[in-house]
């Protein structure tokens, strides 16, 4: 049931043009302006949306820079869940995180 629902969200983000693949989610300094510009790239100054970024790893420097922008959350694929994605209104998530959220619940599925 939990896949079904995550499936199911991934798919209006996906329909709705709300949700964002980067390859290799990371900054190179913790500094809030770095992580704006990542935001600003995929969804525009003007837009300034709830995001939710999704990353395959709890990179440190991505967690620091992003803790000071309002409205902008991110997660590691592991905790991944159907309450945080519709919490927000745009989805910024890494390669590499689909590929583990690919493999957790193709392992899951029985």
Known sequence: MKRA???????EYVRKGNLKVIDGLKVLEPKTREAQKIIVNFFGASKKP??????ATNEKNLLRALRNIPKT???????LNTYNLTQHKAVLIDKEA?????KYYKSNAN
């Open 98 to 102: 689909i590929m583990e959220i690919t």
């Open 50 to 55: 709830s995001v939710l970024l999704v990353s």
């Open 5 to 11: 629902a995550l499936a199911s969200t991934l798919s």
């Open 73 to 79: 959350d991110i997660i590691s694929s592991a905790s």
